[in-house]
């Protein structure tokens, strides 16, 4: 499967806990982009990735978010100190920029914070 | 600030009827207008652009820009659509982030 992939796919975590998510987006695309969805909703902005910069952020992602994309290849997205409002799927994007910005989706990691 | 309504959760329609799933979009702007689907158990993907004015799976979508609406239609719905469906809307302006809209339920009854 040469689609983007996203580990692990499922995640329960104590309220309290860090967790980290990583994405591996389709191997030619240099953006990066991560959105969360929760639950009756359409996913939601994050962060964008051009190469290993770091572009774009929303005012969602506060302090206790980080993502990094260290190479210009796969992506992490760290939360830490969980809260149960965190609960959702956290779906990560790549495009390429000759493709008219077409966004590939991964299956998303849905995080469960008890 | 941008955003995209679409005001039907759920639309129930019988095989054969046509189809529109309603979107509206805010934005000062000249935006890039998508509809993204996802089927059952599957990852979202692209259906169509309004850039590209094609026709994807018989679907087609018309950017309004006096009505700000981007209406996705249909005219003979197949039970094969029955999924989930959403409008989403990219400013440009050297800003690459989708603001999707909370999604639209197409159910195609036999």
Redesign the interface.
Known sequence: DT??SQDPRHKITKRGQNVTFRCDPISEHN?L?W?RQTL??????LT?FQNEAQ??K?RLLSDRFSAERPKGSFSTLEIQRTEQGDSAMY?CAS?WTGD?????????TRLTVT | AQRVTQPEKLLSVFKGAPVELKCNYSYSGSPELFWYVQYSRQRLQLLLRHISRESIKGFTADLNKGETSFHLKKPFAQEEDSAMYYCALRSGAGSYQLTFGKGTKLSVIP
């Open positions: 689609g983007v953006r982009y959105y009756g909703q359409g996913p939601e902005f964008y572009l774009e929303s779906l495009s008219r910005n077409e966004q590939y989706f991964g299956p998303g």
